[in-house]
């Protein structure tokens, strides 16, 4: 029975894997067909509709308690709703599904960083390695092999808006750790859907006003479907489910593989190459990750 149940859990958790990796794909086949700001907002509004069927009971039970929190919810949705998916399809306007698919696995590092600023956590042996060799795997990733590169700024700027989401990232799993523990996830994830939409409404209409309009070929359409219901709904699902049957640890470990599907889409649709700096960034990225976990692993154990 538990080796079922830990079966089942590792499928949800690469099912939900594989799903959000499609989210860079997009990113990157539609950057010439429709602006990173209506693409957020389009996948939001899906979203939203998608979500509200399994939601909308707890929201209006919940209404006293979301009203009392406010604050955090707006900050909570400007980060992870508003801000956080718009910079990666920013990004893929001039970097590839590949890059942002490595320096999007980051945001473990960028955790520990501001858990430490914020929290005074203690940022161990283990975790100071890890963070150098992920730093180390993002320079040479966004430098392509070339850190001396750095010294002339002519990297593509889409990798640095991938580490400011992913910074940002960092942020909003920080804040959802410390969630009102009054607040179901249901609740909370429906409200910073809808509170990110209105923040996020105010640049679409700008967009659309000094942009050319969108052609929702069928293309456009089955893209903004994908990301709004099984990235934004179906993956969430999933990685819940996942993290019933194999806790957070094991399911996060699954989630650093996120550059495999990626990579593997992006050399399939995108014609994409792939070369050994890739592979070289992404040892180095997923080593360090594991590396700076390790010892609250163990602890945790304990």
Known sequence: MLRQQAFYGYLFALSATAI?????IIARDLSESISPISLAFWRW???FIAFLPFAIKPLIAEWDILKKNLPYLSITALLGITTFNTLIYFAGHTTT???LALISITFPIFTIILSRLFYREIITINKGIGILLVVAGVVLLVTKGTPSILLHLSFAIGDIWMLMAAFIFAIYSLLLKHRPTELSIWSLQLSTFILGIIFLLPFFIWD???TSSTEFDTKTILSILYVGIFASLSAFILWNKAIVSIGPIK???IYYT???F???LAYLFLKESIGMLHF???FLIVSGILIANYESNRVQKK
Not at 20 to 24: A, L, V
Request: hydrophobic share 50%; aromatic share 12%.
């Open 262 to 264: 990626s990579g593997t």
């Open 280 to 282: 070289y960034c992404a």
């Open 251 to 253: 399911a996060g470990m």
């Open 208 to 210: 659309c006003a000094t």
């Open 20 to 24: 959000w990796s499609g989210n860079f």
């Open 97 to 99: 599904a590949i890059n």
């Open 45 to 47: 509004v899906v979203a």
């Open 258 to 260: 996120l550059p495999l």
